[in-house]
């Protein structure tokens, strides 16, 4: 049984930054494809970024947040970030942790039905 808990998400002014966290446990690790999500109200649940298995792992961003976002992994701890730097108000949304059963297949921003597994989600608020 593999778990995801996200931690991180807050409230922040416009040009602020915010880490999110997601901590895994189970059977899971530096193989997995691992990716970041949000969602808001009424809208398609977008992909952030993703970064592929192995030590290193290929990463790649959204349109919307490149520049902006880092994400990396720390396979020992089996922990997932988000650093999310020069926020915007648009910004605002549900981010979620997922991961997939093994690797990104290649795919740029593989799409949700990718991924098996998925956290509860953090709230992410950035105000103008």
């Known amino acids: 049984q593999v778990q995801l808990v996200e931690s991180g998400g807050g409230s922040v002014q416009a040009g602020g930054s915010l880490r999110l966290t997601c901590v895994a446990s189970?059977?899971?690790?530096?193989?997995?494809?691992m990716a970041w999500f949000r969602q808001t109200p009424g809208k398609e649940r977008e992909g952030v970024a993703v970064i592929d298995s192995g030590g290193a792992g290929r990463t790649n961003y959204a349109d919307s947040v490149k520049g902006r976002f880092t994400i990396s992994k720390d396979n020992a701890k089996k922990t997932l970030y988000l650093q999310m730097n020069s926020l915007k108000p648009e910004d605002t949304a549900v981010y979620y942790c997922?991961?997939?059963?093994?690797?990104?297949?290649?795919?740029?921003?593989?799409?949700?039905?990718?991924?098996?597994?998925w956290g509860q989600g953090t709230q992410v608020t950035v105000s103008s």
């Open positions: 189970g059977y899971i690790d530096g193989r997995n494809c």
């Open positions: 997922a991961a997939a059963l093994n690797y990104c297949g290649g795919a740029v921003l593989p799409p949700g039905g990718w991924y098996r597994y």
